[in-house]
Every structure is written in C-alpha cells, then in structure tokens.
C-alpha cells in the first residue's frame, strides 16, 4: 500500500511538512559518472518525490531524459536539476539520477501518492 501524502499539523493548527516515512523508495549506491533510472510506480497517477544524498554529495536529476552532470564552463540547456528537494511526478514518468562527486554516493527517493 502506498503512502498517500497527508501534511502533518503543527500546534496552531497549521500545514506543516512532516509527511510519514514512504512505503514507496527506492535508493542506490551511484558511482560517479553513471547515471541510474528507476519507473514512478502506477497506481497513483501523481506523486511527490523527495530527493536526499549523502551529505556534501551533488546529484543532478532528470525526468523522462537521461540525467547529465554539466560540461563545459559555459550555461548550456538542461533537463537536469541540481540536488532537488520535492518534485511533482507522474505514473510511469522515469527518474534517472547521476552524481559527479569522486567515489559516488547513496540516493534515496522517497514517494508520496497525490489524491485528486
């Protein structure tokens, strides 16, 4: 069963960003340089990814495209992103993750399901 994204309240009753830990996550040990993919689950049609990475690592990532640590000294078009926090994905979407920090690092995603 998936866990459903569901804000904890803080004392005075307010939205506060304390979500349960996911029954839906994936993790992995990245070597630099090589990129790794996993699928959004199904059944849900919208979830929340939550990125994490060892402490000090830089990850970038990529939906639906394979992601890309940046080249050159120059600001070129990208479909990646830079260590993100929280994204909107959707069923089926494909996460691909890479980092070019020197030994690699642990990734965790964790998912939340979106009821519409």
């Known amino acids: 069963m998936s ?15 304390a979500p ?4 839906d996550a994936f993790s992995a040990t990245l070597d630099a340089n090589d990129a790794q993919s996993f699928t959004v689950p199904s ?9 994490g990475a060892t402490p000090g690592a830089t990850i970038w990532v990529a939906v639906n495209d394979t992601a890309e640590v940046p080249a050159g000294g120059t600001f070129l078009s990208t479909s990646s992103t830079i260590n ?32 519409l």
């Open 20 to 23: 349960a830990f996911a029954s």
């Open 84 to 115: 993100p926090g929280a994204r909107t994905v959707h069923a089926g979407d494909t996460i691909s993750v890479i980092t070019d920090t020197s030994g690699g690092c642990d990734v965790g995603v964790a998912l939340y399901a979106v009821t």
């Open 43 to 51: 059944n849900y049609k919208v979830w929340i990814a939550v990125f």
């Open 3 to 17: 866990t459903v994204l569901n804000f904890g309240r803080d004392n005075q009753g307010y939205n506060a960003y």
